[in-house]
């Protein structure tokens, strides 16, 4: 068989093998706890289970979910809430398409929140704060420590107690949306995600995983 022709072999079963190479399965990214009715890529959740990449999440009414992530970070989600769990290398990203979250986060390389084309994330330390969109409008409100939003046209530090208010442009440039218009307010009441927070705790040296609890909205986060 000449070269040609065996190059033409080659390249021909590379290209079969192609067409029916398994897919792998999207890699476990930590767990997911629900209280109520919760549904994870169209299934109802049970109670718990394990976390993926690519995973999407509903929250019923009446219902919460926590979310444990490597690195040690957590996300609450509050009831009629959407969202989506990514991966950007060794990187995790929660896309929030509808409702609130709030963050508790504890990792060295933090985990991004998107939302509405910006993105969100601790600014260096541990942290707690919560992201809430309402059509374009963007709360972003900081418990401890210090949230870093960034939009295409500012970044924007928001430090604890403080809550951030923006209207966010529609169209993308290069991937983030710009600011119409923002204020940094003094954060009141129970906050944007609908959760109590017990924060003694977490200011530990060494606090254990927070939690859900309570059996109705708003459900309080605590850190034992």
Known sequence: ??????????????????????????????????????????????????????????????????????????VFLPELSVAAVRQ?????????EQGSLAVVSRAERPLQVQALGTQISAGGGAAIFEVAVRGRALEVLSRH???????????????????LEATVAPAPVNGLSAFDKFVLVTAVGLGVAGFAVALAAFLRDEPQECRVVGSATPFTISCP
């Open 1 to 74: 068989m000449s070269r040609k022709g065996l190059l033409a072999v080659v390249v021909s079963l590379l290209l079969v093998y192609a067409g029916v190479a398994p897919a792998y399965p999207p890699a476990a990214v930590g767990t997911i706890q629900a209280k109520g009715r919760v549904e994870v890529n169209g299934v109802v959740l049970p109670s718990e289970g394990t976390l993926y990449a690519d995973d999407r999440i509903v929250i019923g009414k009446d219902a919460a979910v926590s979310l444990l992530l490597a690195g040690r970070d957590q």
């Open 88 to 96: 950007a290398g060794e990187r995790l990203r929660v896309v929030l």
């Open 145 to 163: 420590g210090t949230a870093v939003v960034v939009a295409a046209d500012r970044t924007v530090e928001v430090p604890a107690g403080t809550k």
